[in-house]
T-cell receptor, first 113, second 112 residues
Framework: DTAVSQTPKYLVTQMGNDKSIKCEQN?????MYWYKQDSKKFLKIMFS???????INETVPNRFSPKSPDKAHLNLHINSLELGDSAVYFC????????????FGQGTRLTVV | AQSVTQLDSQVPVFEEAPVELRCNYS??????LFWYVQYPNQGLQLLLK??????LVESINGFEAEFNKSQTSFHLRKPSVHISDTAEYFC??????????FGSGTRLLVRP
């Protein structure tokens, strides 16, 4: 029944590794997002996809690559993980592009050691 | 660039007391405004939103916020808080774009 679900919920990994976070929404929404919440709770958008098309790409290192196989899924792949990547990553969705109201997943707490 | 300011990083208050969490935004054009709540170790939940129409918006759990265009504010209020309201509250704004701009958050700490 979860509207926006992310896996895994927790991820601990070593520097230099490559990891992926998966996100799925069953709301029938057209638009999906990835947000990053740092240790000070500050939230910032990273990417947005509308119907599988990338529409927002903030100043994020190119080690981060989103992939949207269909409009219900938006995965985040991170290469060569660094200590500074440690954060909580939130997936979100909204009914359509241009409507900023977003529904958030539970978050994935990534810890790079 | 659009920005959202939450001046108070933490607001301690006693149970059943009133509370106001402040939010100011900077935008010269029409803006949509939101309050999200984040309970410990959980994701963000939409609390209330202003898109258009009445400047006073309410949530189902007793919170309200008023859009004040002249003061570019969207403060969140509740006349009587409960212990269960303890959480992080985020104000967010968006123009007719695809992304939310968040404030830095205010931790509401309700004490018995």
């Amino acid at each position: 029944d979860t509207a926006v679900s992310q896996t895994p919920k927790y991820l601990v990994t070593q520097m230099g590794n490559d990891k992926s976070i998966k996100c799925e929404q069953n709301l029938g929404h057209d638009t999906m997002y990835w947000y990053k919440q740092d240790s000070k709770k500050f939230l910032k958008i990273m990417f947005s996809y509308n119907n599988k098309e990338l529409i927002i790409n903030e100043t994020v290192p190119n080690r981060f690559s989103p992939k949207s196989p269909d409009k219900a899924h938006l995965n985040l792949h991170i290469n060569s993980l660094e200590l500074g990547d440690s954060a909580v990553y939130f997936c979100a969705s909204s009914p359509r592009a241009g409507l900023a109201e977003a529904f958030f997943g539970q978050g994935t707490r990534l810890t790079v050691v | 660039a659009q920005s959202v300011t939450q001046l108070d990083s933490q607001v301690p208050v006693f149970e059943e007391a009133p509370v106001e969490l402040r939010c100011n935004y900077s935008s010269s054009v029409s803006v949509y405004l939101f309050w999200y709540v984040q309970y410990p170790n959980q994701g963000l939940q939409l609390l209330l939103k202003y898109l258009s129409g009445s400047t006073l918006v309410e949530s189902i759990n007793g919170f309200e916020a008023e859009f004040n265009k002249s003061q570019t504010s969207f403060h969140l209020r509740k006349p009587s808080v409960h212990i269960s309201d303890t959480a992080e509250y985020f104000c967010a704004a968006a123009r007719s774009s695809y992304k939310l701009i968040f404030g830095s958050g205010t931790r509401l700490l309700v004490r018995p």
